[in-house]
């Protein structure tokens, strides 16, 4: 019997037509088949794509990396300069806090010492060639470009980050290479977090399989299942919300950095990156920092307890904190440093030392680094510039004025003064409130641009952010030079009486009437002095005889004075103007003084240099405002009246503190105590009072002046600042003087002094209470007889 059906179909017999019959025939038969295979297949494609549009953003991302979102504040480039007093040895530490390597290898930017010379290779990123710097005696004796050997008088260093915001939240963020990771370090992240990391791509399988049991065992998370490579996908790019979607973004992220970065890169960054809890308002990443702020010390020189404390922390940075919860920390650096003698980084006998060892804290006050004061003024600054690009504020590189030596200077000088202050108010017996202390405004600023150097804003920003910079105060005496400087400048437009330096007031008494009012004021300890110049009346800072020159120049021409230096549009023209009875911050008066000694010119304080924004592109800033305010004459002679107030007023103490350098400045004395003060390349203004406005007790000689006088010492010592001022400008003619009369000093006149006066100006009249010409013998006097002898 012949069979009907088909014979079965050999590998011979599936030509092209056939198999595409049969995946036809199999996609009819079996639909749902089909629809898996295209679901796989557009599963697929989704994943390409996800991993395509991840693997980019993640590359640019990391291109910006470590700045990521955070606008950073650079500080100006430091300027070493030939005399500058400074080691080889303490410019080499300075050169390793600032980032650089001590070889090629280290870093992209690094030093070399050679000898008694030190090379500093800047690295691509810097617009600045390589350089030799040699010592001699601890000074800077020479530099030279070592790109064409030319030699230099100075030389500018990178600018350093001092700064971090994320929002409104100051922050601390490391930029720790992987060379300068001690082993102790690596040993402790490795045994606590991923003991694996050097072997697995991203994933530990058996920890996840591990972490899953325990859990599940325990009912309760008890051990994480997350790679370095994990925390830090977690920690750069995604919230805290445990969802399924985070955790597929998590490993996605995971494979892009393992396939993007170096194991090492990955550890350097995860190093840089994690959270270690918060300290004196600023939030800590990176174990750099942490170092500094628990320990005050560089991570390099971390011991193996310290660094198991840090590694310990990252786990639950709160609960861990050594300064809150010393006990917890301990307990958690002592799991760390169990598990580093489990997996063989120590031995039996390390790991009973370190596990017994206390924990030796030296938390570091951060803002002595971060200039928090001056950070909020250049924050504030830089959010008005860039208003209409608020959207690329997170990630730009705001670059600074602020000269880090002089924060440093500033810094310790107002830690020293103010112990001198509340010593003297104790020595006093001052009623002083339980808690109630003194504070301190300190502003230093570059004259000539208006730069501003360096702000301290209180005594501790951890306790207060109210930054005094900006407190408005009565400047008392600190104003006067604004009334002396509109005397001689209205003597040049022919408004009013001729008044010179040498011009002559009355100190003595007096009650002034204004409208309907009456004033009567008094001098410091009820001294009046007579007949004095406008030079003593300023130097020894009398009150009457200030007024009264206010008076004679108009009290309107001293508040337009003023309001063109920028000081307050509420002065008014009275005769309590002339003795600073209306208020200005300490910023506004450091302002006002760039007019004596810029020349006449004012400038308005700046705290910003430039702006990138994360494209690279510069960020709009305001143009920096000036203009002229004084005749160039005019504040010539207000600089040398001022000197007169360090050589012979209420300023001399500055001389018996120490500092030599030229310098003019004048004390101040209302509720509060100030001192405005400068060299020929920088200003500063120093502010002591109480919060509430009550009396200090210490007039500004004895609170404000030690302390300007502790910081100028240490600014003099950068050659920049230390310049004699320049001599006179043309159109100021030399006169000697009797300094009694303010006239022209005769032969007869026991005293002379050399003085400056506006060609025009000098007096003509010589002094007629030393050279009264003697009598003629010949001419007998009337009622005396020429035989009669003198009367006894």
């Known amino acids: 019997m012949t069979s009907t059906e088909n014979p079965p179909l050999t590998p011979e017999d599936f030509t092209p037509d056939l198999e595409t019959e049969v995946r036809r025939n199999f996609i009819r038969d079996h639909p749902a088949w089909s ?37 950073v504040y650079y500080a100006a480039p430091r300027i070493l300069t030939i005399g500058e007093d400074t080691s080889l040895e303490a410019l080499a530490s300075e050169l390793r806090t600032a980032g650089y390597g001590d070889s090629p290898l280290s870093s992209a930017a690094y030093y070399l010492v050679t000898g008694q010379s030190l090379e500093i290779y800047p690295g691509p990123s810097y617009a600045a060639d390589a350089a030799r710097i040699t010592f001699q005696r601890n000074r800077v004796s020479g ?27 100051l922050e601390r963020r490391g930029d720790l290479r992987y060379i300068d990771i001690p082993p102790n370090l690596i040993h402790a992240i490795l045994a606590a977090e991923d003991k694996h990391f050097f072997q697995h791509q991203g994933f530990d399988a058996a920890r996840i399989a591990k972490a899953i049991y325990v859990n599940w065992k325990s009912g309760k998370k008890e051990q994480g299942g997350s790679t370095l490579t994990m925390q830090l996908a977690r920690n750069l790019w995604l919230d805290r919300e445990k969802t399924w979607k985070r955790k597929s973004m998590e490993s996605l992220i995971t494979v892009v950095l393992e396939q993007k970065l170096s194991k090492r890169q990955i550890l350097e960054m995860y190093c840089n990156k994690i959270y270690l ?143 001198t202050v509340l010593a003297e108010i104790k020595g006093q017996r001052k009623n002083q409130p339980s808690g109630a202390l003194p504070q301190v405004a300190l502003i230093a600023l570059d004259p000539h641009t208006g730069e501003v ?38 003597s040049l437009s022919g408004f009013q009486e001729e008044m010179t330096p040498s011009s002559t007031v009355d100190d003595v008494p007096t009650t002034f009437r204004f409208g309907n009012q009456r004033y009567t004021p008094g001098n410091f300890g009820q001294k009046f002095y007579g007949r004095v110049t406008l030079r003593e009346a300023l130097a020894h800072s009398m009150n009457v005889a200030t007024i009264k020159v206010a008076e004679k120049t108009g009290y309107n021409r001293v508040v337009t004075l003023a309001q063109n230096a920028g ?26 003084y760039t007019i004596f000694a810029n020349h006449g010119m004012y400038m308005k304080p700046t705290f910003l ?103 100028m010492k240490r600014a003099v010592r950068y050659p920049q600042y230390a310049h004699a001022f320049t001599g006179p400008p043309a159109g100021i003619a030399t006169v000697n003087i009797d300094p009694t009369t303010g006239q022209l000093a005769g032969p007869n006149c026991p005293v002379t ?31 005396t007889l020429a035989s009669e002898p003198p009367t006894p």
């Open 453 to 490: 150097k360096a702000v301290i804003g209180g005594t501790n920003y951890a306790e207060s952010q109210l930054n005094h910079a900006l407190s408005k105060r009565q400047p008392g005496s600190v104003f006067k030079p604004f009334v002396y400087a509109a005397a001689l400048q209205g």
């Open 753 to 783: 002094r050399k003085d400056y006066f506006i060609e025009g100006t000098e007096p003509a009249v010589e002094c007629v209470l030393h050279n009264v010409p003697p009598p003629d013998p010949a001419v007998e006097p009337e009622g």
């Open 609 to 711: 240099s430039s702006i990138q924004l994360p494209d690279k592109t510069q960020g709009a800033i305001p143009d920096r405002q000036s203009h002229s305010v004084l005749d160039p004459r005019v504040s010539f002679l207000m600089v040398d009246m001022l000197e007169e107030v360090v050589r012979s007023g209420t300023a001399a103490r500055v001389r018996s503190l120490g500092l030599t350098a030229p310098v003019a400045g004048k004390t101040g004395t209302s509720r509060d105590g100030w001192f405005a003060g400068f060299s020929s390349g920088l200003l500063c203004i120093v502010w002591v009072g109480y919060d509430d406005n009550r009396e200090l007790g210490l007039e500004g000689a004895k609170s404000a002046l030690p302390i300007w006088t502790e910081f």
């Open 143 to 169: 530099i030279v470009s070592l790109k064409n050997k030319s030699a230099l008088q100075e030389y500018a260093l990178q600018p350093r980050p001092f700064a971090n915001l994320q929002g409104q939240n």
């Open 35 to 71: 629809y898996v295979l295209l679901g796989l297949v557009l599963l697929l494609a989704v994943a390409c794509f996800a991993y395509i549009k991840f693997a980019r953003t993640i590359a640019a991302r990391l291109e910006r990396e470590p700045q990521g979102n955070v606008a």
């Open 567 to 592: 000081l307050s549009e509420d002065i008014r023209p009275t005769p309590a103007v002339a003795l600073g009875a209306y208020e200005a911050t300490p910023l506004e008066i450091a302002g006002a």
């Open 277 to 419: 809890g918060r300290h004196a308002n600023y939030s800590i990443y990176g174990f750099a920092p942490a170092a500094r702020a628990y320990f005050d010390k560089d991570v390099r020189d971390l011991t193996l307890p310290e660094a198991a404390l840090l590694v310990g922390m990252a786990q639950r940075p709160t609960y861990f904190d050594p300064i809150r919860n010393p006990e917890h920390a301990i307990g958690r650096r002592n799991v760390v440093l169990n598990l580093m003698r489990q997996n063989g980084y120590i031995d039996e006998a390390e790991w009973q030392s370190a596990s017994g060892a206390p924990v030796a804290l030296k938390p570091r006050i951060l803002e002595t680094d971060g200039a928090p004061y001056f950070l909020t003024l250049a924050n504030d600054q830089a959010q008005s510039a860039l208003r209409e690009e608020s959207s690329e504020f997170a990630g730009a590189r705001i670059y600074t004025t602020l000269d880090q030596n002089l924060q440093t200077a500033a810094r310790e000088a107002v830690e020293q003064g103010m112990k």
